[in-house]
């Protein structure tokens, strides 16, 4: 059974920076798309960032584009949200989901507050 961790998220001051990860068990995620989304106090749950099998592909919501950067280390079996610069506006629960042969996995999300 495949799990998905999620770590890393803190209260931190605006423009500042954290990493968040997702370290999976179970399996390997090596040929599986891995999205983050995030979901603000009560508002929907909407997509950040998304990074393809080899690494290559990378998709950023308008939102964060410049300032946040995906990566993974398959030999890790993680996959990393690098926030910069982050806003008040950020704060929200993130989670990480991978999509295996059409069954969402999905992580509990970690807590990152920006104050202003």
């Known amino acids: 059974q495949v799990q998905l961790v999620e770590s890393g998220g803190e209260l931190v001051q605006s423009g500042g920076s954290l990493r968040l990860s997702c370290a999976a068990s179970g399996q390997s995620l090596s040929n599986y798309m891995i999205h983050w989304f995030r979901q603000p106090p009560g508002k929907e749950r909407t997509v950040v960032a998304i990074?393809?099998?080899?690494?290559?592909?990378?998709h950023y919501a308008n939102s964060v584009k410049g300032r946040f950067t995906i990566s993974r280390d398959d030999a890790k079996n993680t996959a990393y949200l690098q926030m910069n610069n982050l806003r008040p506006g950020d704060t929200a629960v993130y989670y990480c989901?991978?999509?295996?042969?059409?069954?969402?996995?999905w992580g509990r999300g970690t807590q990152v507050t920006v104050s202003p």
């Open positions: 989901k991978t999509d295996l042969g059409g069954m969402e996995v």
């Open positions: 990074i393809g099998p080899t690494g290559r592909f990378t």
